[in-house]
């Protein structure tokens, strides 16, 4: 059964309090379902710390771990860091807590190297793994984890073009549907959704710089009003690549689901899609979803990496869903 975050606090909190803390737990639950927050809370918990977000700030006897920009993988390096942070000593008797972010993207290496630690954790040590897709980690770690698996929040509505992107992923689904010629059509129509949110994107944010300029015209110079063009321009950037990252997450996300049904684990997080991606797992092995999804995750780092969009999308999906 997934928790609410405050659920899952109180019950952790419960466990502090009792002196039962286990030494591992594995914060799972889509994006936006509150695994960050969850971990520092535990951790300022653990520790006597009062660190508003101890990923942004900071916190005395914290360290975490978190993919690398360029590869989106945790590395082998990440964790002898981590390591040689737990066997120093803790500053007043403090807990020392070590976060491990994103946890599925550890590389083989690095997650061989956590598993010695999980197996052997340091004196009053806290480990934390936060993942949206568990079922990707080794059984060998999940084993020494206590699972936290968290829920959305029911009022959380998708925006209107991850339910149109839904739909397109439900079409091509069942065959004859799917194959090439499926994917292909998947990737146009992934395409004019990026192409409708730019535009749309682009209408609003002239508009608001149609508006300053009727305001400010007779009070200010031209150059100030030159600058605000550049800031809607950058504006209009910035939110058109966070939505379309949006969008490639509900493509990750489906696969996840995927996963998932491939390995009899309940709960989707997609449900209104649970059939489809039932279907799709009953066609593929654990170790065919698994590369598929790990596609997705090269898609979303290319695109990070300002590769040539339209490009880069035709060439992912005819790989992912053909």
Known sequence: MAFSPEAA???????????????????SGA??????ELASRLANLANGTHAEDVFATGAADVFVAEPSS?????????????????????????????????ADRLQPQAANAFLKTL????????LLLLSALPEALPDTILSRCVP??????????????????????????????????GAYRLAQGFQRLLGK?????????????????????????????????????????SQYVRRRAQLVEVVYRWWSDVVRASTGVNGQEIPSAAEETRAIASRLSTAECLQRIRRVEELRDQLGRNIQEALAVEVAFLSVFR
Not at 9 to 27: D, K, N, P, T, V
Request: no cysteine; net charge negative.
């Open 9 to 27: 606090f109180s019950y952790l909190e419960r466990a502090h309090e009792q002196g039962r803390l286990a030494h591992a737990y594995l914060i």
């Open 31 to 36: 994006a936006g379902a509150g695994k960050r």
């Open 70 to 102: 360029k590869s989106r993988r945790i590395v082998i390096e990440q964790i002898r860091n981590l390591e040689h942070s737990l066997q120093m000593r803790a500053t007043n008797g403090r807990r020392k807590v070590a976060i491990v972010s994103d």
């Open 119 to 126: 197996e052997e954790p340091p004196n009053d040590s806290l």
């Open 148 to 181: 936290i698996p968290l829920a959305l929040p029911d009022e959380m509505m998708p925006p209107a073009e991850e339910m149109e992107l839904i739909a397109l992923l439900k079409e091509i689904a069942a065959p004859p549907a799917n194959g090439i010629h």
């Open 197 to 237: 949110m730019r535009e749309s994107i682009q209408s609003e944010n002239a508009a608001l710089l149609k508006a300053e300029e009727v305001r400010y015209k007779n009070t200010t110079d031209g150059a100030w009003l030159g600058e605000r063009e550049d800031y809607f321009k950058a504006l209009t950037e």
